[in-house]
């Protein structure tokens, strides 16, 4: 039976990196003798928005629910659309609704990209980031009082329940079981966010009582920030809340030479929806239109979908072509980002041709 | 009439830096002919507490309220007393009751201090982190419900004011008029933080009207963190939330080196009240009793509360004596988190002796 796959690229370079991510998903798809079924969808968009004045058909769940992954590419053009609206109306829909609430992001030193950190190789940082992805500080309850006056008073209300922590912890704790190092770091800020996070803390531990052989530390998201950029070879899963998470999953790849191959699953784990396979960048406005975008991160994505797919070989395939294209590092074929002079479509055709 | 400064070291390596930091400002003092009264205190501490089951005297705000200055070293020792009992019974008292509504901390790479990032040299990256340090998500609003149950749900609530949001910002477009590059960076999540974040912008833009000269930019925190490992200098006076500031003032000061040189004044501008001058590092539990944490942030943090205090010139000697002896770069001098193999009192003996 055909994998269906939903694709939807979304805003900005999401549409220019796409088709070179479907290009990729394609070659391994045909090299594997696995059977994809594409389908395109414009909307989540803001060029949907315009013509809708909504980023999503009201029938968008039951026109997706069916498909066994969604790929998609970026999304947000504040200049017509402000970020909160064409986020809150799509992207996190989709990790809500369809209860994604894995956020899994590889941080990983590759051969041929420059770190921007001193004397750090490939294989010096290789870590996971694991966030929550539905609940937390991205909450839709608070509100405004004395608006538009010199007593105004904005509240916005962090949610954290047991039932969305704990399964995302016993993920990540899994997750660092599965790895040689065996190894989980919580992003904390028990000291400062003195309700939500002191009870995040004992939830770690709580659920470390069933994995005895992952060892387990803790670092404020402040100097946990800091040490991802002074060691970044001490991490092997990092497990963060949605905001921390969010924020180290940026942080992270950029330590790692750009945030322009950092890919990302967000997971249904259960598979009672489709899961969601993104690159961590955005729609990037300063670059769109140009056609130089880094097509990795999309391309990674590919892989990460067909790996949730059970396709390993498939998706090894993907990360061995990217790896061995920039490893070469041909200025005339890598893109502007990681030092050369190339395009997306090239880099993307590129590595195509190695799948 | 002297200046009467209050003399707090609190716990760990901040009872080992403060001696040093007195040392720095008790030169520069002499030098400069300023008469200083000094007063010691052993609260807002944990050794205090474990005698007195409180971090504070019941009467320590009138104890302190008539100080010129407030000296601290740092707070906290997690294994005796909980992170969240000892900050907020302590420091974080400290910043709200005495309205010390801006925390200011300058990053900056100094001369013979090796930076992570590769090829950064002094003059490259020079910035300061203004952060809101009264509200936001620093709450002490929220709370359980279901507790202990696998209903259990943890509320809290972030609370922005126009009051405490738009006197930080003034001070932040203040400060960046008066600098050569009249540059404004404000750190938001407007696209994920939708209720406090988007209304945030708003204030950045309505503040902004009354400095036509200072241009502005925002990111959202996750990239503002990537840009500061990618692009530290494309940043001149940031300006941030409570949340954020905290993490972008570890954040910068990673960059640059190491935390352990890193100052912060948390400053009331109207003097009703005194101000607190800090490092950013805190009391290090894993270093701590073996001499050897740098004590620069302390002295760093003199200098700024010697400026506070109308003392330029004994602020400026005191950079100065720290900038010539770290350029130097005495392995034997320089405590190992500068890459040399002395000691906290060492260091801070040959920094006064400058003076
Ligand atoms: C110790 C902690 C509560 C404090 C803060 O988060 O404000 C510290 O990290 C700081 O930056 O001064
Ligand atoms: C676009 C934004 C809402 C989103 C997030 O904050 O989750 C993005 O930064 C990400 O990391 O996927």
Redesign the interface.
Known sequence: MAQRIAVIPGDGIGKEVMPEGVRALTAAAERFGIEIELTDFDFASCDYYAEHGQMLPDDWFDRLKDFDALFYGAV?WPETV???V???GSL?QFRRRFDQYVNLRPCKLLPGV??????RRPGDIDFYVVRENTEG??S?V???MFEG???????????????GTDRVLRFAYELAQSRPRKKLTSAT???????????WDERVKAMGANYPEVSVDQF????L???F??HPDWFDVVVAS??FG??L???G???TGT?GVAPSANINPEGTFPSLFEPVH?SAPDIAGKGIANPIGQIWSAAMMLEHLGHQEAADAIVAAFEAVLAEGDKAVMTPDVGGTGTTEGLGRAIAARI
Chains 1, 2 share one sequence.
């Open positions: 947000g402000p970020d909160h064409s986020l809150w996190l420059k770190s921007p950190l001193a004397d500080e991205y839709s608070g509100g405004k006056t010199e007593r105004e008073v904005v509240i916005q209300e962090t949610v954290m329940t047991r039932h800020k028990s000291n400062g966010i003195a309700i939500t996070m002191p009870w404020h998201i402040d100097i920030t800091a040490n950029v002074m949605n905001l969010d924020i999953s940026d942080l790849p950029a330590c945030i955005g």
